[in-house]
Structures are given as structure tokens and as C-alpha cells.
């Protein structure tokens, strides 16, 4: 069974190996190569997840599989005036699969993703106490605390690129969990209502669409999930 890739070279530094059909689905590493090679083991953790959540999982039948690079994309930089340029605004993955959109079975199974994700997040930081969320990590930008608004912030951004944020950023909650609370049920009111939307949409350089707003919301929360993990349980 073909696993289809779409591999993003150049992301924050890194290559990151997305599974195109399975959002949530994903292996870094240093070059394309090495994500590639990583990409098993994402595949494999991620139907164990999956069937650990699911009533039903859709991932019994992914036995044996074989991964198939299907397109690569070179992140690049450009400034304001969207010139190019070394270290201003990265443009990042576009690939020809995210002008698909998204079938009516891909947003329910993307609503159940985000829901055991977003369990998740809140299982990890619940038994953290105020000065583990708080704590300052060398060559880090937050504390934990930090991250968990910058996951609601993330969320927040997403949905501007299409003009749906709903609410001004300045005024969600600040406290964290009452941001992620706000933040994430627009995302949930947003996402039901894309399924067969077709628009794709052009901002700050870079291209926008149903599909790629769905696997970059799940990536950022599993990506900053693992972050947590390791800022708090550093010697597991």
C-alpha cells in the first residue's frame, strides 16, 4: 500500500515529511532524506494513536506500505514587498494535493483528530504545576505556559488567512485555556463548514486552502505537544 509524501524542505531549518492522505501524519528530519527515512516510524505511531481513539479506526488496513514521494517543496523567504530575502517571511509548503477539497469523510475524520489532540494538550499540561508551565528553557522563546497561548494564536492565524478568525486577536481571553477554548471552537465552526469548498486563497505570498488548513492546524498542535514533552519531562 503507497503512502503518499509531499516533502517540505527548508521548514524552520528542517525537512518535514507530510503524509498527504492521513493529516497529523508527519517525520522531521535534517534533510529530505533523513525525513523520509523517519517517516515509518510517524506512520506506524500514528495508527496506533488513531486506534487508541477511535471507535472504529479507518487504519486497519494499513498492514504493509511503502512510502512514495509524490511532490517536494523548497520553503524560501521574501520581505514585505515579497521580494526575496534571507531571514524575513518564510513561505512554506504548497502542494498540488492541497487544491483537493475536502470530502465529507475527511472533515469528520479531521474533527475526531483535533478532538483527541486537543485532549491531549490538555491531559499533559493538567498535571503541570505553575512553575513548570512558567519555567524559562535556554534558546527557547517561551515557557510552556507560552507555548499553549501560542498554539491558540496559531489557530487564530490559520483561520485569518481565509478571513474567518471571527474575532479580533486582541480580544481573546488571555488567560491560555479560555483562549484555546475560544480559538478552537471557531476552528471547529470554521472546518465543518469546508467540506467540497474549493477556494484557495493567496496571502502574504504564500497559497492557502481547505486542505492545507487542515493538516497545518493538526501539525501545529501534535508538533507543539511533543515541544511540551520535552521542556517538561526532559530526561524521558
Known sequence: MPIRIGLENGIEGRSLAWALDYPGCFAYGKDGPEALIAFPRAIIKY??????????SWLNDLTQFHVQLEEVFECYNIDENYRPAQNDIEINAWFRDDWRPLSEIEVERGLEL??????????????????????EHPGELWPIRGIVRHIANGEHWYMKRFGREGIPRADLPEDEIERLAVTRARLIEVLKGMTGDKTVVGVMGEFWSPRKFLRRSLWHELDHIQHIQKLAYPLQ
Not at 495508527?47 to 472504529?56: D, F, I, P, T, Y
Not at 494538550?121 to 508551565?133: E, H, M, Q, R, T
Open 47 to 56: 495508527k496506533g494513536w488513531v486506534e487508541s481513539r477511535a471507535r472504529e
Open 114 to 135: 483535533l478532538q483527541w489532540t486537543r485532549e491531549d494538550l490538555l491531559d499533559l499540561i493538567a498535571g503541570l504545576s505553575p512553575s513548570v508551565l512558567d519555567a
